[in-house]
């Protein structure tokens, strides 16, 4: 959820000095990015997974403080829902270094390794206070009592997030989702948004290769979703096979009714259009949105670049932490150097640590094969027939009927088999992936493609399979099996 930010109110002054070191932080980033001063010569790649906390009866356990504390690991760290915690994987790159052995894998391995053991150890830690973590979607044991303020970390960031976004909507947030079944509700809070939990790739770029890889992304979201779709139930309800998409946006919404019949744009945000530049995203956010967390440090940012330093861009990127693109640009700082990352945000976490590798390897290998294609994608299809992929692929999942240039409309998985996998296997063997990995890793998308089998998918045969029991038994049940399936670490398709 980003830095830590002190609990306060803030004043129109607080506002105007915010807005004005936001802009003066922007003409700096033009600057570097004329200057050409970020790293980019070998890039990195990340992830992170955001997890549910349960407890032995499947229900969703506010114990994040103390699951924290027995873990005793930096790279976990807590999140918006006391139910909730997020594990930040090392960076690693995708090729075999040169000093490796070809056969111990690149950075997909490495990237599988890492995650498997430290969430090994988590549970561990964390069986020992009563909890047990789980990689879903959208927890589907969750009720709408566990949706208030108390259920809320204690994090004073969170609280102020809250705060800042229902003052700006100015009533209460209203969820409305209508799938197989509608949940309909208010809320106080944005604890909604807590329900939501991600896996987060990034992929570090050069500054002049930054649009090719966002529009990229943006082209293949839709397909991304209904491949990785793993969130069918949202408050005992079946709503859409991601609802994590409706119930972000409608979550974090600052606009009121008239607002939106006005046309203001959303916090949590698709785009609306293809891009030129990293800078064109920056340049949106601070002539659209408002800032939620105007808080100004000292820094000159133009002074320490004049000095030969790198300038933290402080507000800039707290302020860009506050506008929920589901590919959102990144300016990081690495060994004092800064860099730009893409941090694709759209994919639900689990259901397995293997299954999400192949996520990550699908996406990986297939934003690059299209970002350095001759012939974009994006030039030959319209932006907003991305952006209906994407919610079409929501509500659908793996049975999704998607549009594509040249095709028209087409199943995902027919896309996915015919023309998507042969790019993402070329991309990944330019980013120096292994063919073992490769073969592993897209065979598993291949395979779920041809068996129509992802999360959201088994999960809701799981729960229809007990009959006429009560729902939420019946999601106890599947959760429950779902959970122990899970540490088999064996692809969700096998489940079954």
Known sequence: MGDEVELQEFSRADRTKHREKVRRSLDVLARMLREN???????????????????????PALKN???????????FQTELGQFNVEINVPPARLRVPDDADPADGGGLTVFEENLRRSLNDAERASTEVGAHLVMIGILPTLEQGHMSRATLSPNPRYALLSEQIL???????????????????????????????SMQIHVQTKPEEFAAYWNASQAIAGVQVALGANAPYLFGKETWRETRIPLFEQATDTRSEEL????????????ERWIT?????????????????PVTEDEDPLAVLEAGGTPQLTELRLHNGTVYRWNRPVYDIADGRPHLRVENRLLAAGPTVVDM?????????????????????WSRMSFSAAEENFHVAARQGIDAQLYWPNVGQVAATELV??????????????????????????????????????????FVRRVKAEGDRERHAALRAAL???????????????WD
């Open 37 to 59: 001063a970020f790293e980019a010569d070998d890039p990195m790649t990340g992830l992170e997974v955001e997890l549910n906390l349960v407890d032995a009866d499947e229900d």
């Open 65 to 75: 403080a103390e699951v924290l504390a027995a873990i005793a690991d930096p790279d």
């Open 167 to 197: 003052d700006a909507r100015g009533e209460d947030i209203a969820i409305d989702v209508t799938g197989v079944e509608r949940v309909e509700t208010t809320t106080d809070s944005i604890v909604p948004e807590a329900a939501c939990t």
């Open 260 to 271: 939106k019949v006005q046309g203001v744009r959303p916090r949590v945000w698709f785009g």
């Open 277 to 293: 530049s990293v800078f064109d995203l920056f340049e949106e956010n601070v002539r659209y949105f408002p800032a939620l967390l």
């Open 357 to 377: 590798m192949a996520n990550a390897a699908f996406y990986f290998g297939l934003v690059r094969a299209l970002a350095t294609d001759e012939r974009p994608l």
């Open 417 to 458: 088999l015919r023309r998507l996998l042969p790019l993402a296997r070329q991309g990944l063997e330019s980013w120096g992936s292994t063919t073992a990995e490769i073969d592993r890793l897209l065979g598993i998308i291949e395979q779920r493609c041809l068996l129509g089998t992802n999360g959201a998918e088994w």
């Open 480 to 494: 429950r099996d779902y959970r122990t399936r899970m540490h088999t670490n064996e692809p969700v398709h096998t």
